[in-house]
């Protein structure tokens, strides 16, 4: 028997190394590049609400459309909440709550979050100065002492 030549062993590795550069085919047209879908989700954010701005004029209009029980047209700038420990100590010790509604000068009305609408204390039994009381407030119950000023916080 003859001996093959063992060049057939030497050559296959470089012919599977050229078909792997080559792509296995003769075609050297590169492929094309593949297809991608971006797609996006865009959320609408609603516009905040408008701020209402209240002129003087208008704040002043409003307020002389109130009225005292006993008439009169609200003081300007009243009803207006305060802090109870900012009113004179005879009127505070006798409202139990943090804050107090001014009704009228140097008077005051316990405040409570059930009842946010100011004007709403007009008519309610109220604490404060005497003189204040009785001009605006002659048949309402409550408590007057003489000589009770306004708080740092009214107007």
């Known amino acids: 028997m003859v001996a093959k030549p063992r060049m057939y062993r030497a050559a296959f590795p470089l012919v599977a ?3 792997l550069l080559t792509g296995c085919s003769g075609d050297q047209t590169p492929a094309p590049a593949p297809t991608v879908t971006v797609t996006a989700t865009v959320t609408a954010t609603p516009e905040p609400a408008p701020t209402v701005t209240v002129t003087e004029e208008a704040a002043e209009a409003e307020s002389a459309s109130l009225a005292y029980p006993s008439g009169d047209t609200v003081v300007e700038g009243y009803p207006v909440l305060v802090d109870t420990e ?5 009127v505070a010790n006798a409202i139990p709550t ?11 009305v316990g405040y409570s979050d059930a009842v946010p609408d100011l004007e709403d204390y007009l008519d309610q039994p109220n604490d404060g100065d005497c003189a204040v009381r009785e001009k605006f407030f002659p048949n309402v119950g409550g408590s007057c002492w003489n000589g009770v000023p306004p708080s740092p916080q009214e107007p």
Not at 86 to 90: F, G, L, N
């Open 17 to 19: 190394f050229g078909l």
């Open 86 to 90: 900012q009113i004179d100590y005879r």
């Open 98 to 108: 943090e804050k107090s509604v001014a009704v009228a000068p140097g008077v005051y």
